[in-house]
């Protein structure tokens, strides 16, 4: 139903007033990095790039600001593509193969969804111990994977599930092996559902701050979340012009993705869409 | 018409003891059926009767639980899809909707893995055929109907298999598309001379297009006869009713001493047929609008050339197909020429009388 123009203003202005503290978050954090002192968002000292000089020079003990950013693209990143890959051969077999115990597969990945993550830190922990995983990138990117695969499988196997069955028996008589069905047909058809999963799970990872802080020590590995963490969490006072713009410069790479991706996202929250 | 695409070549098919179920529910009774090379013919019967089930379990994407499949002397009830040398066409045609149609075409081509220039050769000249060589470059969802449909056949054929199975070919195409396609596909199968099996539930479909007919109903095969043959002698009641529109008068009663007895109808037979509960059958076009039968008239529908009459005989309900005049409403009379009934006994099956 069409809502009339008086309808409208009236939702769209109860939208902007819930909307309004986060905008005024960001607004902060673009003001706040440009000058020198802040009071409220109104910025009452110089304006200044001083509160960038993260970007040429180390700060403290910590690493470089550049390498961070690599780590954090190194862990986005290898998130996404390993959740995908893994995601789609997982929800190919759930939702067209049948195997021993598919249904008890199926509830455990729906329960593994639901279950919180934060709640296998420290078991997570032991196994990266064992596997002398600890404190490197790739051990937090096969945790971080583990954690977003349920949620993987489930989104994929929904778009697998809308390929007719014809077109796979088609594929057969063609003399396709399920293997080649899966690579030639398949997977180009759920390619809305591959992108959708890839920019999603990389937001996440590149939002993730629990795991990284939790199984990285050395500087040499450490994400920006990390990093920003650290300027909060330490003993002189925090520098808020600082902060503001680190955080800016943490979330403008989160920023161009979504704005790449958006049209795959807003597909997987529709359910997918038919090729 | 190209006539360099190969030609006469195909196998026959033999079906011997082949049965499948789902669970507890018996989707295909144990089947044998000889197909004789370069025929083409039907499955035909009512959603859920078997007719599927059986095209899947020769195409090889259904496991037969029971029974053997054999292309003349090679057994294939074991094998993969893809080492039967089948070629299908779906109702839904199937066509993978991300390749052009060239690449639909070549597709099964491809994972031969024939010689690019071989693969441009065959379906181009599939294509030149089917008269879809100008739309190669599209993607299904850019062509008709039709296209998509003779694209689907391309597919099938491209490879030069051994048997075509068709399910439903026909079923997605509007009315006049249809016969038009119906034509072609039957004198594509018979330039090619590929043994063929079309899945169907239009019984019009089947007397129109195939050498045999095999009619099925609850996983069963009722009879397995020529066109002609299954509408001038069906072999049971249910053949009777699914093969012909209008489709036969059939009235459940008794033979008693040259009568046949059912409610207040009587009919005269001839006193040679046995005595005893039976079903007797009349088509529309044979019972005729004059004789000693008291009836009423109910509807009639002019149908342009014919005149259908629905009739009330003594609460049993007759239809007639007469070249007749216009009727006044009121009562009739009808006659059952006997040389034109047809008998079956009380399990159903016929009597020849």
């Known amino acids: ?275 | 018409m190209s006539a360099d695409v190969r030609n006469g070549d195909g196998v026959p098919v033999s079906l011997r003891g082949l049965a499948k179920r789902f669970g507890s529910v018996e989707a295909l009774k144990p089947l044998d059926l000889d197909i004789a090379a370069g025929e083409l013919v039907a499955f035909l019967g009512p959603s859920g009767c078997g007719k599927t089930t059986t095209l899947l379990l020769i195409a090889g994407i259904y496991k037969a639980d029971e029974g053997e499949v054999w292309f003349a002397d090679r057994r294939v009830d074991g094998l993969h899809p893809r080492d039967r040398d089948v070629g299908m066409v779906f109702q839904s045609y199937a066509l993978y909707p991300h390749l052009t149609l060239f690449e639909n075409i070549a597709y099964p081509l491809r994972l031969k893995r024939l010689p690019d220039a071989e693969v441009k050769r065959r379906v181009e000249q599939i294509a030149e055929v089917l008269s879809i060589a100008e739309q190669l470059g599209r993607r299904p969802s850019q062509v008709s109907g039709g296209q998509q449909q003779r694209a689907a056949i391309a597919r099938a054929q491209v490879k030069e298999p051994s048997v075509m199975l068709l399910d439903e070919p026909l079923s997605n195409l509007d009315a006049q598309i249809r016969l038009q396609a119906r034509g072609e596909i039957r004198r594509l199968q018979k330039e090619l001379g590929v043994t063929s099996v079309l899945v169907t539930h239009d019984q019009s479909e089947a007397l129109a297009m195939a050498d045999r007919v095999a009619v099925f109903r609850d996983g069963a095969l009722h009879q397995f006869a020529a066109p002609d043959e299954l509408y001038a002698r069906p072999a049971d009641a249910f053949v009777a009713s699914f093969v012909g529109f209008p489709p036969m008068n059939l009235f459940d009663g008794e033979v008693v001493s040259g009568e046949f007895v059912s409610g207040g109808l009587r009919v005269p037979v001839p006193s040679s047929w046995p005595a005893g509960p039976a079903t007797l059958g009349i088509r529309p076009e044979d019972v005729l609008l004059e004789g000693e039968i008291e009836g009423e008239l109910l509807v009639y529908e002019p149908q342009g050339r014919d005149l259908l009459v629905t009739a009330s005989v003594s609460g049993h309900q007759v239809q007639v197909l007469s070249p007749g005049r216009p009727l006044e409403a009121g009562s009739l009379t009808l006659s059952f020429p006997w040389e034109r009934l047809h008998l079956f006994d009380a399990q159903g099956v016929r009597l020849e009388v």
Request: charged fraction near 10%; glycine fraction near 10%.
């Open chain 1, 1 to 275: 139903m069409p809502l009339r123009p008086r309808a409208w203003w009236l939702v769209l202005l109860l939208l902007a007033a819930i909307t309004v503290p986060i905008v005024v978050g960001y607004l902060w954090i673009v003001i706040g990095s440009f000058n020198t002192r802040v009071h409220g968002i109104t910025p009452v000292g110089e304006w200044t790039l001083e509160n960038w000089r993260f970007l040429g020079e180390r700060l403290g003990r910590r690493p470089s600001i550049w390498t961070a950013l690599l780590n954090t693209l190194l862990f986005a990143g290898g998130v996404s593509l390993l959740v995908v890959t893994v995601s789609a051969m997982a929800a190919y077999a759930i939702s067209r193969l049948s195997f021993p115990g598919r249904g008890w597969f199926l509830g455990l990945v729906l329960v593994l969804h639901a279950f919180p993550a934060v709640s296998l830190l420290i078991a997570s922990y032991y196994v990266l111990r064992v596997m002398g995983l600890f404190d490197s990138l790739v051990g937090v990117v096969l945790v971080m994977t583990s954690f977003m695969m349920p949620f993987g499988i489930w989104l994929l196997k929904g778009f697998f599930d809308n390929i007719s069955w014809e077109m796979e028996m088609a594929a057969l008589v063609d003399g396709a092996s399920r293997w080649r069905i899966f690579r030639t047909i398949a997977l180009p058809l759920v390619r809305p559902g591959l992108f959708a999963l890839a920019v999603f799970t990389f937001l996440v990872a590149w939002g993730e701050f629990i795991l990284p802080y939790t199984f990285i020590v050395s500087g040499r590995t450490w994400t920006l979340s990390i990093y920003l963490q650290s300027m909060l969490g330490d003993f002189e006072r925090a520098d808020y012009g600082l902060v503001a713009a680190v955080g800016l410069f943490y979330v403008l790479p989160a920023v161009a993705v979504f704005l790449v991706g958006q049209r795959y996202l807003l597909d997987m929250y529709f359910g997918g869409s038919k090729g």
